[in-house]
């Protein structure tokens, strides 16, 4: 029987990564028409590390799912704020 060769990568499957991911919520200040959200979401969906953003309108919040190794809530927070939508950390 010959011996079966693996690939390096099946060889350390032993080591595992474990990526957290914290959510934090934001004030969201400014938002007074329907593409106000869009424009929100998608500069906060900008920061690198960033997993996901859902803003809520009516309560005037985005909840945010990130990586904290690579975004900081202050980063997130200075991306809505820097297109007219000053945002802040609520919560935690």
Do not use: H
């Not at 938002?31 to 106000?36: K, N, P, Q, V």
């Not at 809520?56 to 799912?65: C, H, I, L, S």
């Not at 007219?84 to 609520?90: E, L, N, S, V």
């Amino acid at each position: 029987m010959l011996p079966l060769a693996l690939p390096a990568s099946a060889q350390s499957a032993s080591e595992t990564v474990t990526v957290k991911e914290l959510t934090q919520t934001f004030a969201i200040e400014n938002m007074y028409c329907a593409l106000c959200p869009v424009t929100v979401r998608k500069a906060m969906e900008g920061v690198a590390g960033v997993k996901s953003v859902k803003v809520d309108f009516e309560a005037k919040t985005a909840t945010v799912a990130y990586d904290p190794s690579t975004a900081t809530v202050a980063a997130i927070a200075a991306a809505s704020t820097n297109v007219g939508y000053p945002a802040k950390a609520i919560g935690s």
